[in-house]
């Protein structure tokens, strides 16, 4: 099918503007590949033509004939579907039930007197999922299943219901090495079928390694349309920010942990998570000053529960958190704080930004009573906002202003806010967990760049990334998680990409099955 969006404008209420007569064309059997900084205008014009959002103005067209979609319903009726990074899945369904959930609402008014026949349900998805190469155990509940698996439940939902447009919103964030080649495989078979797509990402050699053609936003306008084989990695990153970008940057690694004493001691630790069972099963390991130690593994694997009972989020049920020789484990969020933990989280909307807090208020989180905002009674709230307008400038925030509320700013906005905050304080330890998620080219970088400067200046970094690449990078020293253990731990370069990537998977391979422990 073909889509076409001509001159859309999208304008909220409280008057930011995210899209400046924006024009773009799917074509029928054609990869897209949706690129842009944060708040470029990506994700919101990608709503519109879903059906999740109106436009301020503007025509949509599907094959030549005029659309307008009131909800997502009306969009999938035409055929198109968007599949978000969140998912909309129920939990304790199995993977079938949430495929055929709402199926029976585009059907005829008698049928829905009729008992939904899974056999039928199941051999039709069965046979849409062999012609596709999407294999899911479709009698286990979601919440069992890995994140990779639960995205492929999400495609198959919009297929089986007619989607012949898929919209893909940064599908490879949380997938290992292999379940991204496997899910590039499935979008180049599906526009073989007879489909069209748009992949929305940040990760330039992505879109190049999939998308036929693809089109860049900056700052809600179209700043480039280029074919994926005319299209070079530099070139798309200019496009993006309007300058001129380095990709190539390196980052040199220490070959051996400095001395001292450990600013971060795990000992035996086990956590448990919302559902009773372990998350965290007997991890051990050290974080030096001057190191950064990278844990990589696929989003579900006891990184959150780790981090949090590290950060004072969640008490463990046995073990020792150790910061600067003091157990301090089982203590609070404001104990850890206050031993010098910065701690930039990978959910920022439950644990790091409080969206009707306004940027100013948002920027001194956790640090009110310094005296620098504080004298003791009252905030300074002319010092706060000069510190906000700081940390804008510095981390190039996109928002009206130091007033504006946090719910005003994009998703990679608010990271950029809440780094900002983290990173500009004298901390001893900085945790960061997803630091460049939904950032652009230029902020990734940047980002990365504070982590090692920090790093250089004696301060311990555990970074926690499902972004393999961002891991290998930045760290000295790696962990592999998989279902609550570290399956291995060493310098990056003792690794083969291949052997990580099995790692995430849960497979230990023969040459390093010795070193499957717990042990930093």
Request: proline share 4%; aromatic share 6%.
């Amino acid at each position: 099918m073909q889509a076409s969006m001509i001159n859309i404008h999208k304008v909220y209420s409280d008057g930011t503007v995210a899209l400046r007569g924006v024009s773009v064309e799917v074509g029928e059997r054609e990869i897209l590949g949706l690129l842009g900084e944060n708040g470029a205008g990506k994700t919101t014009l990608m709503k519109i033509l879903s059906g999740f959002i109106k436009p301020t103005r503007g025509r949509i067209y599907i094959d030549d004939v005029p659309a307008r979609f009131g909800s997502p319903r009306d969009a999938l009726k035409r055929g198109i579907a968007m599949v978000h990074q969140i998912f909309t899945l129920v939990p304790n369904l199995t993977a079938l039930e949430n495929i055929v959930l709402g199926y029976e609402s585009g059907q005829s008014p008698a049928s829905l007197l009729k008992p939904i026949d899974y056999e039928e349900h199941a051999r039709r998805v069965e046979e849409l999922c062999s012609k596709l190469g999407l294999r899911v155990p479709l009698n286990v509940p979601v919440e069992k299943l890995s994140l990779g698996l639960r995205q492929r439940v999400e495609i198959l939902k919009a297929l089986y219901k007619g989607a012949r447009l898929l919209i893909l919103d940064e599908p490879t964030t949380f997938l290992t090495p292999i379940e991204v080649d496997e899910l590039l495989r499935f979008v180049e078979s599906f526009r073989e079928s007879g489909g069209s797509v748009v992949f929305i990402t940040h990760k330039i050699k992505e879109a190049l390694r999939v998308a036929d053609r693809i089109v860049v936003l900056r700052r809600g306008l179209v700043a480039g349309n280029v074919l994926a084989s005319e299209a070079t990695p530099e070139l798309l990153a200019e496009l993006m920010v309007g300058r001129e970008i380095r990709l190539d940057t390196t980052f040199e690694k220490l070959r051996e942990v400095r001395g001292g004493s450990p600013v971060l001691k795990v000992k035996d630790l086990w956590v448990y998570g919302d559902l009773g069972a372990p998350a965290v099963r007997g991890v051990s390991f050290e974080v030096y000053p001057g190191e950064i130690f990278g844990i990589a593994g696929v989003e579900g694997n006891g990184q959150d529960e780790l981090v949090e009972a590290i950060t004072g989020l969640r008490r463990p049920a046995s073990g020792s958190v150790e910061v600067n020789g003091t157990d301090i484990g089982g203590g609070s969020s404001l104990q850890f704080y206050r031993a010098g933990v910065s701690h930039i989280p990978g959910d920022r909307e439950r644990f790091g930004v409080v969206l009707e807090f306004s940027v100013s208020e948002n920027s001194i989180i956790g640090r009110q009573w310094e005296r620098n905002f504080s004298d003791g009674l009252r905030i300074r709230w002319g010092s706060v906002r000069r510190y906000a307008e700081e940390i804008i400038r510095r981390f190039s925030v996109v928002v009206p202003s130091a007033a504006a509320p946090a719910r005003a700013l994009s998703g990679g906005n608010r990271q950029r806010l809440l780094v900002g905050r983290e990173l500009t304080r004298s901390s001893k330890l900085i945790v960061a967990v997803h630091p460049t998620k939904g950032l652009d080219v230029a902020s990734t970088i940047y980002v990365r760049e504070l982590l090692v400067k920090a790093r250089n200046e004696g301060r311990a970094v555990l970074l926690v990334s499902a972004d393999l690449e961002e891991v290998l990078q930045l760290s000295d020293r790696i962990a592999v998680m998989y279902e609550g253990r570290f399956l291995a731990t060493g310098r990056p370069d003792e690794f083969k990409l291949e052997e990580i990537g099995m790692l995430m998977g849960g497979v230990v391979p023969e040459r390093l099955g010795v070193r499957g422990s717990t042990e930093g």
